[in-house]
């Protein structure tokens, strides 16, 4: 590698265009398209007795109306379980519009095309469904101890039950463990719901070409190639007559990654019964009722440890919300149950799950995807031990650290593809002494001492994680160098701003020896690569990133191989420099890898994109080539995919200190440290932002985010006016720290970065808000008014 991009802090490309407002978004899209609105459910739980569409077909510019009964039978069919697991005794998926029984506000139950989305806003408002009202459950415990039923046919409202016990060393459960050990605690700890919220909602705009018979779907989504699949499917299509591309995509943070979405299957078929381009595109209320939600867990705790804090026996008893439906299964809990116990090797670990069907919205992974309510449940544990045994609490979890030596480190837990979890390197120990200088731990208590004379009370908290990313089976990578010496790679999965257009450039003018301005990267669009999962879990930078520098290598093999022919030198002795392959200390044999991808193609041409001019090359006839030799095949590119043999283990620390107003309960948080392990860095700047949004989101998290439902089912709180998330204002100026254990996993050392930022950041804040009242905070987000609440109580 001549050119060393991997690991510099390259600016991101893509941002001149998205900042100067020249984003392709998918509402950009489709001038001229009739467009769709849904008749939602208003009720949290009714039978649907009769709809009368009369009136509204008398709405000028109204298309066509339809509901369940007129879509055809593989469309009428529930939408597909996405995630099975044997523990998954009673999934369910809802249908692309209700058949019988909503069950969620929101849930759709009309779809409604006119000429533009006014009007069909306007025949929406005149279509009358006459509901029989039934009993909504409204929140899990309720729910679990109710004899009413969301799903007649589940009892009990339990859709999944999984425990796992990972015995001690000496064979004890951790029930045994926990009686014998010397100290014992007990508590609840409660975390409300919450929800992704990328500025731009979802959307879908579908083109049917006659002619042609084929489809082409543009859809605000993290996984294009699924979407793609799964119309197919749905609309009964070869699959070679479906494109999906994901245009540029407003944010998505875990709620694209659900396929199809009803609206994804609907918009496409209608614009295949009406010939005519259709689109929809979500607006802010239909995200809040009718996308997905997460966190949403109540946890029952039991732990058992010595005098130096050390976790003999663990017992955690999780009741899960899951809403109405379960289309991606139920990996939110297992994430949560199985990397509880982040950094730290405990004696023993009983873990116990309920996933637990409510008239709500459905619940789908939202960054971090069940680790925040994980982290939660570990960190509270370390500080309760603290506090009890009147330690430090860094020196507990010091105590039960997972040692550097001691890895690859296996938790004895099942993961949800049935492998077992396992570490494959990290350095707590270094993360944590990194942490507490950076933040100033030790000096902590003078500087509260002092802010105490002067009447303030201020806290210091601290949260550890352990977060697998990079999950497999595979993603794939294409790269091609043209005649024009440019490079053109190409990947499945999907951006939605991380950055990918930057950093997969890193890779491959890293590892083809190119000047960056001549890398291209296309992604999201099942026209230039068909095979691919999806953008989530952290896994784009691992998956794709190894896909495209193996794609890379067998490239650069064979420009060697060509360019050794033509330079009659050994491959060798060869380096690629600024996009010339060169005979190493003989200056001035070289040629370029321009002049090399027009040599690999037996006809010859050079195509110069500058000029648009195409020439043949260097005066030779088309035809009079020799034949392809078998086993080779004709250009410089290609494709190759990577599959791991398991997740790779990004881990962190996080430190706040923050303030809390003796009068007004108001929490500032005055300062925000961050020690982070992704393996080796591709880019160190787009990291740390990456860093920057999952804090900013794990703040919200922690102190205004939360959905809040009545007793009837009715968010209350469906509006940006209502549901606080962080401003700029609201968050602080954040100093990170690197440090880099590459993983022995994947052929570039590294490990996902894309959630890590929001995972500790509920158990951070209740650390430090705990220290500065001397409160227990074991429910959250806390705002001020229930700050105040407990100050009251425990007084
Ligand atoms: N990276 C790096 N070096 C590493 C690891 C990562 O330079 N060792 C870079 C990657 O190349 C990529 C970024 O950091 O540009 C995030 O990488 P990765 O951890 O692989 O995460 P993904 O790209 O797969 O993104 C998914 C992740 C998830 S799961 C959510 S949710 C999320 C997130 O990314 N949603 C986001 N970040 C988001 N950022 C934006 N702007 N919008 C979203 O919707």
């Given at each position: 590698m001549s050119t060393k991009l991997f690991g510099e802090p390259v600016q991101r490309r893509e941002d001149p265009r998205l900042l100067t407002g020249q984003g392709r978004y998918l509402d950009d899209l489709g001038a001229g398209a009739f467009e769709v609105a849904f008749v939602r459910s208003p009720h949290a739980h009714a039978r649907i007795r009769d709809i009368d569409v009369s009136d509204a077909l008398e709405v000028e510019g109204l298309v066509a109306i339809y509901t369940w009964e007129d879509l055809p039978t593989l469309l009428a069919q529930p939408l597909p379980l996405l995630i099975p697991h044997p523990a998954l005794t009673h999934g369910r998926t809802a249908h692309a519009l209700a058949?019988?029984?909503?069950?969620?506000?929101?849930?759709?139950?009309v779809m409604v095309v006119a000429r533009d989305r006014y009007l069909a806003e306007d025949a929406c408002a005149l279509i009358r469904v006459d509901y029989e009202l039934l009993k909504p459950v409204v929140g899990v415990e309720e729910a679990a101890q109710s004899a009413q039923l969301v799903h007649e046919d589940v009892p009990g409202n339990v859709g999944a039950h999984l425990v796992q016990e990972v015995p001690s060393a000496g064979g004890f459960g951790a029930r045994e463990a926990i009686e014998a050990a010397p100290h014992t605690l007990a508590f609840r700890l409660d975390i409300e719901r919450s929800a992704s919220m990328p500025l731009e909602g979802r959307g879908v705009y579908a083109r049917w070409d006659a002619d042609d018979r084929s489809l082409r779907v543009y859809s605000s989504t993290q996984t294009s190639t699924s979407v793609r699949m799964a119309i197919a499917a749905k609309l009964g299509l070869p699959l070679p007559k479906v494109e999906v591309i994901a245009p540029d995509v407003g944010g998505g943070f875990g709620v694209k990654i659900v396929h199809p979405w009803p609206e994804e299957v609907l918009v496409p078929w209608a614009a295949i019964v009406l010939g005519h381009e259709v689109k929809w595109t979500e607006d802010r209320r239909e995200h809040f009722i009718s996308s997905a939600h997460e966190r949403a867990q109540v946890q029952f705790v039991r732990v058992g440890f010595d005098d130096d804090g050390r976790v003999l026996g663990l017992d955690v008893n999780i009741l899960h919300d899951h809403g109405a439906y379960t289309p991606y299964g139920i990996i939110v809990p297992i994430i949560t149950s199985t990397q509880l116990l982040g950094p730290y090797k405990i004696g023993a670990y009983r873990v116990e799950f309920s996933s637990i069907y409510t008239n709500t919205v459905q619940v789908t992974p939202y960054r971090g995807a069940g680790r925040p309510q994980g982290v939660f449940c570990m960190e509270r544990t370390m500080d309760h031990i603290a506090e009890y045994l009147e330690a430090d609490r860094t020196a507990v979890r010091e105590a039960n650290f997972i040692q550097p030596g001691e890895f690859p480190y296996d938790q004895g837990l099942i993961f949800q593809d049935g492998r077992p979890l396992i570490y494959d390197s990290g350095d707590y120990p270094e993360s944590l002494r990194l942490l507490k200088e950076l933040i100033g731990w030790d000096g902590f208590p003078d500087l509260k001492a002092r802010a105490a004379a002067q009447g303030r009370r201020i806290g210091i908290g601290i949260g550890c994680y352990v977060e697998g990313t990079g999950v497999g089976p595979y993603e794939g990578g294409h790269v091609q160098i043209t005649s024009d010496g440019r490079v053109h790679v190409s990947t499945g999965l999907t951006s939605q701003g991380q950055g990918h257009e930057t950093v997969f450039a890193q890779i491959a003018a890293t590892e083809l020896g190119v000047p960056l301005e001549r890398v291209s990267v296309v992604t999201g669009d099942t026209r230039r690569f068909g095979y691919a999962v999806g953008t989530f879990a952290s896994r784009a930078a691992v998956m794709s990133g190894n896909a495209i520098a193996l794609a890379c290598r067998k490239v650069r093999d064979k420009a060697l191989r060509i360019a050794a022919e033509a330079l009659e030198a050994?491959?060798?002795d060869l380096e690629i420099v600024d996009g010339e392959v060169k005979v190493v200390g003989a200056p001035g044999a070289s040629i370029s890898l321009a002049t090399v991808a027009v040599l690999s193609n037996p006809l010859r041409y050079a195509f110069d994109s500058e000029t648009a001019r195409a020439t043949q090359f260097a005066g030779t006839s088309s035809f009079d080539r020799p034949p392809v030799e078998a086993g080779d095949e004709p250009g410089l590119e290609g494709r190759d995919y990577y599959s791991p043999i398991r997740s790779t283990f990004a881990s962190g620390m996080h430190a706040a200190i923050v303030e809390t107003d003796p009068l007004t309960a108001e929490i500032h948080i005055l300062r925000y440290a961050v020690v982070h392990d992704c393996g080796n860095l591709i880019n160190p700047m787009i990291v740390e932002g990456q860093i920057h949004g999952g804090v900013a989101q794990g703040v919200g998290g922690a102190l205004y985010e939360r959905m809040v439902y009545d007793g009837h089912g009715q968010l209350l709180n469906a509006s940006f006016m209502d549901f606080l998330m962080p401003y700029a204002t609201e968050i602080p100026h954040i100093e990170t720290a690197h440090l880099e254990t590459p993983s022995p996993l994947n052929p570039l050392g590294i490990k996902g970065a894309g959630e890590a930022g929001v995972i500790p950041g509920s158990a951070v804040i209740a650390s430090a808000v705990e220290d500065a009242e001397g409160i227990r905070i074991d429910k959250m987000p806390i705002s001020p008014s229930e700050l105040f609440d407990l100050r009251r109580a425990s007084s």
């Open positions: 058949r019988d029984v909503v069950r969620h506000v929101g849930e759709p139950v050994d491959p060798r």
